[in-house]
Nanobody, 125 residues
Framework: QVQLVESGGGLVQPGGSLRLSCAASGNIVSVYAMGWYRQAPGKQRDLVAAITTGGNTNYADSVKGRFTISRDSAKNTVYLQMNSLKPEDTAVYYC???????????????????WGQGTQVTVSS
């Protein structure tokens, strides 16, 4: 019904940069807040950055000044520009979207949270 497809992960050296993209598609009525989370092996999934429909942003303290989240509402796409990457940024990065769809059966809007499949980011020399 709704898919979030991430791209842009990979292997990068410390100090390098990567840009992640996440496009939402499907039976979408509205896309509300979108964000990026990450999960390192043996750790919980934590918020990295989030952005509202109005463009307000929120960042984890560990990435402030290095990462920038942005969105293209016309394309239902969210981006994460990651600069000055550190080995501790290594994780699987997941896209999240709070999205409304329309139920043809119930004739109502249904607002739910959706996740992408994850993309691996590895920072290593």
């Amino acid at each position: 019904q709704v898919q979030l497809v991430e791209s842009g992960g990979g292997l990068v050296q410390p100090g390098g940069s990567l840009r992640l993209s996440c496009a939402a598609s499907g039976n979408i009525v509205s896309v509300y807040a979108m964000g990026w989370y990450r999960q390192a092996p043996g750790k919980q999934r934590d918020l990295v950055a989030a952005i509202t429909t109005g463009g307000n942003t929120n960042y984890a303290d560990s990435v402030k000044g290095r990462f920038t989240i942005s969105r293209d509402s016309a394309k239902n796409t969210v981006y994460l520009q990651m600069n000055s990457l550190k080995p501790e940024d290594t994780a699987v990065y997941y896209c999240h979207g709070n999205i409304a769809t329309f139920s043809d059966r119930l004739h109502v809007r249904i607002r739910s949270n959706y996740w992408g499949q994850g993309t691996q980011v590895t920072v290593s020399s």
